[in-house]
């Protein structure tokens, strides 16, 4: 079976650079918050323009982080999209506030303006108090920012982006970091940008959030370690990874070059036969996923199993909506049922995607949906 992300080619191209890395971290000796994190920070912001990076321990608590900062909780209402990963929700939940679940735009299946106002107006007809939004860049895609925020400014409400699939990609020449108030990414060893556990980011331009960030992935500390001024979080990026990323972003620039190589590829191939992704004009992916969006006849059990037989694996992100699932169905939606993020559950299919591709997979894909 051929890799789902390829990590061991990326691994194989950089070994020797990552040893020495890392073996510098186990020299000095300095795991928490020592030199490599600080320089990473920096390289973070210079890469996408952000004012302040904030590294962290996962995207989730990037997320939580926020929403402490924030000052979120119970009463309070957030909306996120149904159609992502349960993180973006949780934080939300974890809080003690309503995340309000929002349906997604046809093409892009980020958030959808229309199903957002009436997100709000649905929190505030159950008595919440609306006080956030959380895009998601699904799959790579900055979501629609220029549309939301709008809305978001008329209702006093702030955004974040939940850039965790979206590292790297941009819209209108400006980078995934320095859209909305503030952002998050995840470097899930899976994600566009990874390391080799679990690790996150947040960036803002905002001073003030910035050194509370700092504050509050630290156990709330003020002045020093044992002067504690707030209740906080240990949330800390560990140096080691800290150390794994700076290797990492060397490369991440032709890797994503190579990753919408691959994308047009699979664009090229399969084009006419399923429904290829969309990309808003002026946009650029980070393709942390190349999902196809099967036509009505063709089965997607049918079309995994094929694919499977001749060694191309296929995972669907993501089979349930989050209003849908267990956890979160007690939850309010924008509307009683969200269309598109259903129909998308239904349908959706991603294929190998990362930096090192196999070329013939895309003509192998086209010969066996061209079957089905
Ligand atoms: C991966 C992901 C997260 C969570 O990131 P972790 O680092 O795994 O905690 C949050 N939101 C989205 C959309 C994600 O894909």
């Known amino acids: 079976m051929k890799p789902f992300i390829d990590l061991k080619t990326q691994l194989a191209g950089i070994r020797g650079a990552m040893e020495t890395a890392i073996n510098r971290v186990l020299d000095h000796g300095l795991f928490i918050l020592g030199p490599e994190v600080y320089l990473l920070e920096q390289q973070l912001s210079v890469f996408c323009g952000a004012k302040h990076t904030i590294t962290c321990s996962n995207g989730t608590d990037a997320l939580g982080l926020v929403l402490l900062a924030k000052g979120v909780g119970p009463g309070d209402a957030v909306c996120v999209p149904s159609f992502t990963y349960a993180a973006t929700a949780e934080a939300v939940a974890l809080q003690g506030a309503v995340p309000v679940f929002i349906d997604v735009l046809e093409d892009t ?20 108090r609306p006080v956030g939004i959380i895009p998601v860049d699904l ?6 920012y220029d549309l939301l925020q709008p809305i978001a400014d008329f209702h006093s409400l702030w955004v974040m982006a939940d850039a965790a699939q979206s590292f790297g990609a941009s819209y209108q020449g400006q980078k995934v970091g320095t859209f909305a108030d503030v952002s998050i990414t995840s470097f899930f060893p899976a994600k566009p940008l990874g390391c080799f556990g679990d690790g996150g980011a947040i960036f803002t331009s905002d001073d003030g959030l910035a050194s509370l960030l700092m504050s509050l992935r630290m156990h709330g500390q003020g002045e020093d370690k044992y002067d504690n001024v707030r209740i906080g979080m240990n949330a800390r990026l560990d ?10 972003l060397k490369i991440f620039p032709d890797e994503l070059k190579a990753r919408q190589k691959t994308a047009d590829a699979y664009n090229a191939a399969l084009n006419g ?15 942390a996923q190349y999902t196809i ?20 694996p296929s995972v669907i992100y993501y089979a349930t909506p989050l209003h849908l699932q267990k956890a979160y169905q007690a939850y309010p939606r924008a509307e009683d049922s969200l269309p598109i993020c259903e129909a998308l559950a239904d349908r959706v299919l991603s294929l190998p995607m990362s930096g090192y591709v196999d070329p013939n997979i895309p003509l192998q894909v086209c010969n066996i949906l061209s079957k089905q």
């Not at 980020?110 to 007809?125: F, H, N």
């Not at 140096?239 to 794994?244: F, G, I, S, Y």
């Open 109 to 128: 299946y980020t958030m959808a303006p229309q199903s957002l106002e009436r997100g709000i107006a649905k929190a505030k007809a159950l008595g919440l």
């Open 139 to 144: 799959f790579g895609q900055p979501a629609a």
């Open 239 to 248: 140096t080691l990874q800290a150390a794994v990323l700076l290797e990492k």
């Open 293 to 312: 969006f099967l036509p009505e006849g063709m089965t997607r059990s049918c079309v995994m199993a094929a694919l499977k037989e001749v060694g191309i």
């Open 273 to 287: 036969i399923v429904k290829t992704p969309s990309l808003r004009a002026g946009a650029t992916s980070s393709w």
